[in-house]
T-cell receptor, first 112, second 114 residues
Framework: NAGVTQTPKFQVLKTGQSMTLQCAQDMNHEYMSWYRQDPGMGLRLIHYSVGAGITDQGEVPNGYNVSRSTTEDFPLRLLSAAPSQTSVYFC???????????FGPGTRLTVT | TQLLEQSPQFLSIQEGENLTVYCNSSSVFSSLQWYRQEPGEGPVLLVTVVTGGEVKKLKRLTFQFGDARKDSSLHITAAQPGDTGLYLCAGARWSQGGSEKLVFGKGTKLTVNP
């Protein structure tokens, strides 16, 4: 049972480049979300999804896109990377109601 | 504006000491969660408290949810070096769209020295 997996583990981008952070879960969880973690800021919600085909914005959605074509996968797309997007990104999943939230191991992104 | 204020931000203590971490808000939450995160890893859920006044114990860790469901505390008795890590509280709120979202505090970085 892999839980929540994220790839890549580390990534360096130049300003203006685009890329997709991958997230997958094998627990058949309805709810998936993306957070970014910056020093002294805690975790901030970027986008979330309550099921396949349904996504919504969190606190800090600008510069990011998501889609949820399957229950298992929830990729996060950076359209045009900016230095302000340098952060550690965590994907999480849980059952829709009352479920324990599981986090992936994170992707450390640096934008130069 | 930080919805959940967590204090202290940093805490360095000696093995065997007791400590308390606080998580405060002016908002009411449907539940409150505590996580522990180690360097290079994702947060791991320790406990969820749901009812106002609820107290939960996990070995040497005691979690309490305030009567008004606006605040919570984490108390560690006889801290050990293995307790070292970043402790995060997260409050659950229902959004207008009918889904439950988590709001995280900034975290308390605990170091327990042997």
């Amino acid at each position: 049972n892999a839980g929540v997996t994220q790839t890549p583990k580390f990534q360096v981008l130049k300003t203006g480049q685009s890329m997709t952070l991958q997230c997958a879960q094998d627990m058949n969880h309805e709810y998936m979300s993306w957070y970014r973690q910056d020093p002294g800021m805690g975790l901030r919600l970027i986008h979330y999804s309550v099921g396949a085909g349904i996504t919504d914005q969190g606190e800090v959605p600008n510069g990011y896109n998501v889609s949820r074509s399957t229950t298992e996968d929830f990729p996060l797309r950076l359209l045009s990377a900016a230095p302000s997007q340098t952060s550690v990104y965590f994907c999480a999943s849980r059952r829709a109601i009352g479920g324990k939230q599981y986090f992936g191991p994170g992707t450390r992104l640096t934008v130069t | 504006t930080q919805l959940l204020e967590q204090s202290p931000q940093f805490l360095s203590i000696q093995e065997g000491e007791n400590l308390t971490v606080y998580c405060n808000s002016s908002s009411v939450f449907s539940s409150l969660q505590w996580y522990r995160q180690e360097p290079g890893e994702g947060p791991v859920l320790l406990v969820t408290v749901v009812t106002g006044g609820e107290v939960k114990k996990l070995k040497r860790l005691t979690f309490q949810f305030g009567d008004a469901r606006k605040d919570s505390s984490l108390h560690i008795t006889a801290a050990q070096p293995g307790d070292t890590g970043l402790y995060l509280c997260a409050g659950a709120r229902w959004s207008q769209g009918g889904s439950e979202k988590l709001v995280f505090g900034k975290g308390t970085k605990l170091t327990v020295n042997p």
